[in-house]
């Protein structure tokens, strides 16, 4: 009735919330709610005062042992009895539902978390290669910011990217793996990035491809500083071999000469 009262139930009712018939009828409806029936004690309020003729909702309730179930209650007012209105209830449990979306919610959460804060570039992209996901390391590396790329188009946040990455793009979406240990990245502005990436699909629940996860390291820095070592060994070679003294590299623990120019060979009379 208006005031939550049981005025008869089924047995399925019963045996969800663990009552027997005679003691069904003791009880109200907000006596079995898990103290949040402020919304369900709403939906009544409008049920009775507007006249809906049908509300629905999902809430909390207690079993008769004490423990918490979620069920979706879909409320339908009847004919008046008397000068009261009556209200026909029904119940389905949905715990198991709920439970399993609250585990996925804390498992997307600690992708989430993980992605966010991993030590390499990661960005995660739709099948319209649209921003879902990016690591921080990914935004300090191009200097991007968050709330300017989840959700835009990879396209629309680096409109310089060539067409044959675009095809790599396409090719892993289609369900194929790539990665480069160093590739060239032309800028708009003249400049040249390195970078070493690998790209392959993600799958959603159905085994459906849903979009691709791309993990980039620019490796510019890195490739310079290569660079610049070899050019200073090489010109510490060719020092080295046309120097008018001799010398010798000699192996620190073993003594071992490794490593003679020709000034040191003629002095020895050895070629």
């Given at each position: 009735d208006a005031r939550g009262r049981f005025l008869s139930s089924n047995r399925t009712l019963r045996e969800l919330l663990g009552y027997g018939a005679d003691e069904i009828t003791d009880l109200d409806y907000q006596s079995l709610t898990h103290g949040d029936h402020a919304e369900s004690d709403a939906v009544l309020h409008r049920a009775l005062v507007e006249g809906l003729p049908r509300a629905e909702l999902e809430k909390r309730i207690r079993h008769r042992d004490g423990r918490e179930l979620w069920v979706e209650v879909a409320i339908e007012r009847q004919a008046r009895v008397g000068s009261e209105p009556t209200f026909l209830v029904t119940v389905k449990d949905v715990t198991a539902r709920r439970s399993a979306e609250r585990e996925r919610a804390k498992a997307e959460e600690r992708q989430r978390l993980f992605i966010q804060h991993a030590p390499v570039g990661i960005a995660v992209f739709d099948r319209d290669?649209?921003?879902?996901?990016v690591s921080d390391r990914f935004l300090a590396e191009y200097g991007l910011d968050r709330a300017a790329v989840v959700g835009r188009s990879h396209y629309e946040v680096f409109p310089d990217i060539p067409e044959r990455w675009r095809a790599i793009h396409r090719r892993c979406l289609g369900g194929a793996v790539e990665r480069c240990d160093?590739?060239?990245?032309?800028?708009?502005?003249?400049?040249?990035?390195?970078v070493r990436w690998e790209i392959r699909p993600w799958r959603d629940d159905e085994g459906e491809i849903?979009?691709?996860?791309?993990?980039s390291e620019v490796i510019?820095?890195?490739?310079?500083?290569?660079?610049?070592?070899?050019e200073s060994e090489e010109r510490y070679g060719s020092l080295f071999r046309q120097a008018g003294v001799g010398m010798a590299h000699v192996d620190r623990t073993s003594e071992k000469i490794l490593e003679v120019n020709e000034a040191f060979c003629a002095i020895l009379g050895h070629a």
């Open positions: 290669m649209r921003y879902l996901l160093a590739d060239a990245f032309p800028r708009a502005d003249g400049a040249t990035e390195w849903g979009g691709i996860v791309l993990y510019t820095r890195a490739r310079q500083l290569a660079a610049a070592l070899d």
